[in-house]
């Protein structure tokens, strides 16, 4: 009966201790796929990579009258000169909230 106890006893205290462990090994599930991020150097920010960010992206190249080339095969100038261009056009979301912080 001492030894019912005590094996019962050790695998309470083995499940304490593995279950922890299970918990954090279980896969967790996407979320919505990688997130890019993008520092902005000369305004000193990061820029979420998005859809909504290469569509101003593929906006931009057509204004600059420039064939699509990806981002990151962009040289550092060029991709700089985007990042001013982007401050320069925000989305229009971004300008509907400005309108309503200045009244």
Known sequence: MF?????????????VIFAPTAVMAA???Q???????????DHRDYHN??????HAYRGYLVEHHREYR????QRARDQR?????RHQHP?????????????
Do not use: C, F, M
């Open 31 to 41: 979320e919505g796929g990688v997130q890019v991020r993008i520092y902005d150097r």
């Open 49 to 54: 990579w998005d859809d909504r960010e290469d």
């Open 81 to 85: 000169n985007y990042w001013k261009w």
């Open 3 to 15: 030894s019912t106890h005590r094996i019962i006893g050790s695998l309470l205290l083995a499940g």
């Open 27 to 29: 896969p967790r599930p």
């Open 91 to 103: 989305d229009r979301e971004e300008r509907r909230d400005d309108r309503r912080e200045e009244r």
């Open 70 to 73: 990806s981002y990151n095969d």
